[in-house]
């Protein structure tokens, strides 16, 4: 069984979404293992870019803030070789094509091997361009994480049928970030999933509350929340450690309630 496979047997997970280098490498360190302490069970890691077209405006200033102290792709391998000195928590990246195609993608993959990255998440990549990548990603073990966005029964499907590691149902149209209400049909396109796939399917953008985290896990296999997480990380700076384990804590508790449900 995959890491990321573990990440859900016999619960429903919860997922954390952090950006490397925000507000720096060796916080990026102890904000992966405080969350891992507090509940995480899959941790994502944005690796930062100039344009993150998917994003909304938190984790916009996240990326830049990244990039002005001065990550790039080899400082994030090295915020995972760190991790990984202390924890085997399953870990993925979400990248955007241009870091990865400049890094090489023989040459990327076989670092997030080597290091442990499990899988990797690019949220502009088309499902029908992914063969681009998708050679160099099975050849070194890394699950390609696939999107699954509210649109046609047949697309959903089409999708989700060669889903390996995960499926990333969006629930709801536009970029990442906080949201109120989520009103998208979303226990309709987990069915679709789960027709053609046994993947797990987690549900991610605009998640915040445990609220609305103990109702999308009482739908779908896990919850992801990304932007709630990052601003926390704005607010407090290098202080934040405590702030994420209990907001982290508060989030798995409500993600296993589902399970009791």
């Known amino acids: 069984m995959t890491k990321i496979a573990n990440a859900f047997k016999n619960k429903k997970a919860f997922i954390g979404f952090l950006t490397a280098g925000d507000p720096s490498a060796d916080k990026t360190v102890e904000y992966i293992l405080a969350m891992e302490k507090a509940g995480c069970d899959l941790i994502e890691i944005g690796i930062p870019f100039s344009d993150p077209t998917a994003e909304g405006p938190v984790i916009q200033e996240a990326n ?4 002005s102290a001065g990550i790039k792709t080899d400082g994030v391998f090295d915020i995972v ?21 400049h890094y090489g993608y023989e040459e990327f993959f076989a670092k997030c091997e080597e290091l442990g990255v ?8 088309p499902y029908e361009e992914r063969g681009e990548m998708l050679p160099f990603a099975a050849k070194h073990n890394v699950d390609m994480i696939t999107m699954v966005a509210p649109t046609s ?31 998208t049909d979303l226990g309709s396109i987990v069915e ?3 027709a053609v796939t046994d993947t797990p399917a987690a549900i991610g953008f605009g998640i915040s509350t445990p609220g609305q985290a ?4 009482g739908i779908a296999d ?11 990380i704005e607010k407090y ?9 209990k907001y982290v804590r508060s989030m798995k508790a409500a993600v296993a309630s589902a399970e009791e449900a």
């Open 64 to 67: 830049i803030r990244a990039l």
């Open 81 to 101: 070789r760190r991790v990984r000195e202390k924890t085997a928590v399953p870990l993925v990246f979400l990248t955007y094509m241009n870091p990865v195609f």
């Open 118 to 125: 499990d899988g990797i998440i690019s949220p502009e990549l």
């Open 153 to 183: 029964e047949e697309r959903i499907k089409m999708i989700a049928r060669e889903a390996t590691g995960f499926v990333y149902i969006v629930s709801s149209m536009g970029v990442t970030g906080v949201r109120s209400d989520i009103t």
């Open 192 to 194: 679709h999933v789960r």
């Open 214 to 217: 103990a109702e999308m896990a």
């Open 222 to 232: 896990g919850v992801i929340v990304g932007s709630a997480i990052v601003k926390i």
């Open 237 to 245: 700076g290098s202080e934040a450690a405590p702030e994420l384990e």
